[in-house]
């Protein structure tokens, strides 16, 4: 069985099972990070010397950190095409467009904006780099709105390991008080989303226990 070490509330977790429930594979999590502690013990380090989540073991193998890699695995070692392709070209290109979710939405969203918006006490909140950082942020989505209108998912026409590592950061986008641009493919990519039920799952998960007081 797959163990997973990780709270439900990190983003980067949340990918990992919103895959794992995509691929309908059993497996065992523990709450590991924020509140619960835990990612500093001597037995964790040995397991990630980073001390982050999430980590996975897969049976006997060695354990895994780092949420693209561990991704990544579980695609190769578990899915199928569409969603990850056995031929090189295709799987580059869903490659491609994870990557690029991962760079430019997921770095420019979570600390810019989401640590400001919710792990911020509102007395120490910059506006003005919320501002900055949807001035970033919104030609990324933007890229992705011209996608999305062409396409019914990030990498084309089917759902691909592209929308994990992108799809999962939306729940946060839409639903803390943002001034957000008009990018209707967007929203209802994110409307068919709320649909799965591994996304509403392990993705639509409460983050008020994030929230700075």
């Known amino acids: 069985m797959l163990q997973i070490w990780g709270r439900k509330t990190s983003s980067n ?3 990992v099972m919103w895959c794992v429930g995509e691929l309908k594979l059993d497996y065992q999590r523990y709450d590991i990070g924020h509140v619960y502690g835990g990612n500093h013990t001597p037995e964790f380090l040995a397991m990630n010397p980073n001390g982050t989540v999430p980590v996975i073991r897969d049976g006997e193998n060695a354990p895994l950190w780092e949420s ?5 695995y579980l695609a190769t070692r578990y899915g199928t095409a569409p969603f990850w392709p056995e031929e090189l070209a295709a799987r580059a290109h869903v490659d491609m467009w994870a990557e690029w979710a991962k760079i430019n939405i ?13 792990r911020t006490a509102a007395r120490d909140r910059d506006e003005a780099l919320i501002a900055k950082g949807m001035e970033k942020l919104t030609p990324f989505l933007q890229r992705a709105e011209q996608q999305l209108a062409r396409h019914p998912w990030l990498a084309g026409d089917e759902m691909t390991l592209a929308d994990i590592q992108f799809g999962h950061l939306l729940y946060r986008y839409y639903d803390i008080d943002l001034d957000r641009p008009d990018l209707p493919a967007l929203a209802a990519y994110y409307q ?3 649909t799965r039920p591994a996304y509403q799952k ?4 409460s983050y008020e226990a994030l929230r700075a007081r």
């Open 13 to 15: 977790v949340q990918a």
């Open 192 to 194: 068919r989303l709320t």
């Open 106 to 118: 997921s770095q420019n969203f979570t600390g810019p904006i989401f640590w400001q918006k919710v």
């Open 68 to 72: 693209g890699a561990i991704l990544r």
């Open 202 to 205: 392990h993705v639509m998960v």
